[in-house]
């Protein structure tokens, strides 16, 4: 198997979720005591987030450079970002590294296009839902997506920093967000996009009456198939059973 680096702790919470999703991954196709070669550079999220409040990207790209160098000096095959939001500097991170990272808007784009997706709600942090980075990349494969309205937006921004990258959920939240599903749903989209790797702590991909697309589950996957796929490009072993029927 290929070692994987991830760079995670943005938040902590949705590391996990990767890294549940990718050994029970490798298990289900190996079997036995099988389990994923991963190397994890965690981080502290509190001077991350200020950072980000604080609109100083160059910092934020240096100190996931530093890390990416560092995964790739320590041996690893390739790199993903365990978290949307930081895809804004995913071009000014792949070109500080000679080994692959894996793109989370092109795996979620990937994945609309098989399910015949044309048409699809984003939701996320304010930067992935308010900024070119993210809407583009997905846009380029010929995916239209759409945006709640502002106050939408900001509710849903709140969430995610005040409550989710701190571990919190509440019944409250999973019912505004319910809500919110349902009046994309009123306004005519075809699907969801969970553009942020925490939402998934409030939305049950498979409980809902529109389409969702988790971007968390769908990155993890991509990086099982990645880690399995040997080095002469053969296809990978039988992952194809969706995580969901494996995590419990």
């Given at each position: 198997m290929r070692k994987l680096g991830m760079m995670g702790g943005m938040s902590w919470a949705s590391t996990a979720i990767y890294?549940?999703?990718i050994n029970r991954g490798v298990?289900?196709?190996l079997g036995g005591r099988h389990s994923a070669p991963l190397l994890i550079e965690s981080f502290d999220f509190e001077p991350l987030a200020a950072m980000q409040a604080a609109d100083d990207w160059d910092g934020i790209a240096a100190v996931l450079t530093e890390s990416a160098r560092r995964l790739e000096d320590a041996g690893v095959d390739g790199l993903i970002l365990c978290t949307n939001t930081m895809h804004k500097l995913y071009d000014r991170i792949a070109v500080e590294v000679?080994?692959?990272?894996?793109?989370v808007a092109d795996e979620t784009a990937a994945a609309m296009q098989a399910a015949g997706v044309d048409r699809a709600a984003l939701l996320g942090t304010r930067f992935t839902m308010t900024?070119?980075?993210y809407v583009e990349r997905i846009e380029r494969h010929g995916?239209?997506?759409g945006v709640p309205d502002r106050e939408d937006m900001a509710e849903v921004d709140r969430i995610i920093f005040d409550e989710l990258t701190r571990g919190e959920v509440t019944i409250q939240s999973k019912r505004a967000l319910r809500t919110l599903i349902a009046k994309l749903?009123?306004?005519g989209a075809e699907a969801v996009v969970l553009g942020c790797t925490e939402l998934v702590m409030l939305v049950d991909p498979h409980a809902n009456l529109l389409p969702i697309f988790d971007t968390t589950e769908i990155?993890?996957?991509a990086a099982l198939r990645w880690i399995l796929e040997d080095a002469q490009g053969q296809k990978p072993l039988d992952s194809t059973r969706p995580l969901a029927e494996t995590v419990g």
């Open positions: 890294y549940n999703h298990r289900r196709a000679e080994i692959p990272i894996l793109h900024e070119d980075f995916i239209r997506l749903d009123k306004a990155h993890a996957e």
